[in-house]
């Protein structure tokens, strides 16, 4: 009796816990209360993860940030001299290694993309644990040494974090896409104090979709995160150690900027380049050993590349700071831009973990540095200051390698402070870009989808009848069946070897693989109720059998994995949650008649046939057809009938709380008259 009256409870005692959850996935307001949390927790989390990786870095060394003092030994192993520099990786691949391999395997490499694909293809799900393992082997890679950046690490802590809140709210797909994209925003606006660069990286790289409201949330999102992080790690702009007063002097500096644009976009496909390159040496190397031993094998290597060049120790921003201020020769800032690509990319083929957003600075700082010592070897002092080289590259260097030329004009800006430097920056930026898409199609975080087969870049099309053939929808044979003819003389299949007798027989339509839906749908409708066969385009095979379900089952499959576009995206009320049973529909019940022998209405067509007031016929069962409710059909005894009926209120005993009890939720009562006789099912195809 109890579980009758909690199943019969109304609406209007559903605990206050399941009323706040169905307002937050279900309004806007609801939706941009979940972003202000978002924020916080990102900009905690990052806030917390530099801290952890000080540190670790600390720990090892003695210091909370490591490499600018060249080959010196650890304040805390001196007695290890610099030799240390090749035993620690070893130790930290030993930890961050399993740690990775046992809990969270999408926590290897630099995030982001794990992060996209999760937005594009998985409807923004990302695995609580994965904010956890990915702060600490991050942390513990960076700290013993790993050359490679901690944004793509926020990034994919930041995503997680939300991504776990949006899932424990049930938000719908939709939503959940835009909350993800908010703790990347928050992640690294907090990180770079740099709230509109987080917003255009969540907009631009991670959503991938600019509409009001995405935007909006987003832009809230970043805004509390920074303001959390500012808190702890003060109001100063991020890269405040570059050189101030950097200014064009001469129009004629923008002839340099562009060439210094091409040798940018040079650059950053060759970082992308070599980072896959060198993940695929390892992989080949590696072979089919234990994985979560490659980082302590492989951290031998990173050692021994760090002992002949400590600079590459971390993240590395205080060797960018000494580099963009003139302290290091022409051929030694060439030699730091190199070994960079390097020391990152055999960090991350060999199984650490880190972003290549803070490497892409690096290098771009020291490239352009040397550039501008270059111009100014060749024009004199009309090519003005080094170091505004060394800045205009970092944003054309990543421009280049990711592709997102708005994030990159607003991280340079943003990050420096000095927004005099907006026009160069912008110029750079754009030729950078048009020069990475004439050369290459896939970018450093795209080319890892593409080599999964995801291409985020050209998104299923809306109209799945556009998009999809007969084979994406076909039931495919365990085995193609080879189309010829039988031999002469050879006799075919025995007939009397089948369960039942052959009632009818014709020759089948076919379909060809590559036919579209829409061509499918009108030769299933023409010739194909119970189905027809899929052949190569070659005439060679018979590849699988296709239905009208299939087709409809196909259509579901690709507007579910399509990404929400735009218009999805918006928050418009409690229909986005596609994923939730609907809400029964009060007062109405659906029921099922079946015509039996002798009834009056056998013989009877459906429009002629007596309903009591409010019945109204929706769908007919007849003869193992669906069919619509055509009021000339002819009824027959076995015909089934839906009818959508008007509910009976009856008196219903009183609710101990005053309420009236209400028939509990779902299907009713079965109360029909067992038909006479078995009751007709419909075909299964074959």
Known sequence: MTGEVAAARPPDTVPWTGRASSWLRGSRAGLLVIALVVGAGSGLGAVAFRYLIYFVTWLVTGHVQFGQQGRVPSSHLPWLGPGFLVLIPVIGGLVYGPLIYRYAREARGHGVPEVMIAVADEGGRIRPQVAAVKSVASAICIGVGGSVGREGPIVQIGSALASSLGQWVKMPESRLRI????????????????????????VEIILREFSIEAVFTVMLSAMVADLVSRQFLGDASFLSGLPSGIELHHLSTYLLIAGLAVVAALVGLAFAKILYATEDLCDRVWGNRPEWARPAVGGILLGLLLLALPQMYGVGYPVLYKAAG????????????????????LT????????????????????????GEIAGHLVGPAAGQPALYAVVAMGAVFASAARAPL?????????TGDYTLTLPVLLAVAIATATSRALSYGTIYTTKLLRRG??????????????????????PFAAPLTIAPLPPGLPGPDRAALPGPVTHQYDPQVLFATESLTQALRQLELYGRDGLPVISDDAQHLQGWITSQNVLQAVARHMHATPAGAAQAQPHGPQDDLREAPAPLRGYQILEITIPAGSPAAGQTLGGTSWPPGWVPVSVLDNH???????????APGDRINLLAREPRSPEPSHPRGETATQPHGRPPDARPAPEGPAPAPSEQP
Do not use: Q
């Not at 650490?352 to 352009?368: C, D, E, Y």
């Not at 057809?625 to 009824?635: A, Q, S, W």
């Open 454 to 475: 995801i291409d985020i870049d050209h998104p299923r099309s809306a109209d799945p009848f556009a998009d999809l053939t007969a084979a994406d929808a076909m039931r």
């Open 326 to 345: 003139g302290s290091y020769a022409l051929w030694f800032l060439i030699i730091l831009a190199a070994g960079k690509i390097v020391a990152c990319s």
């Open 625 to 635: 057809t669906l069919r619509d409710p055509d009021p000339g059909i002819t009824l």
């Open 407 to 415: 994030t990159s004009v607003a991280s340079v800006v943003e990050m």
């Open 179 to 202: 909350l993800v994209a908010c703790g990347a925003a928050g992640g690294i606006a907090a990180t770079f104090n740099a709230p509109i660069t987080g917003v255009l990286f969540g």
């Open 348 to 371: 991350i083929g060999i199984g650490g973990s880190g972003g290549v957003f803070a490497p892409s600075l690096f290098i771009g700082a020291t490239s352009g540095m040397a550039f």
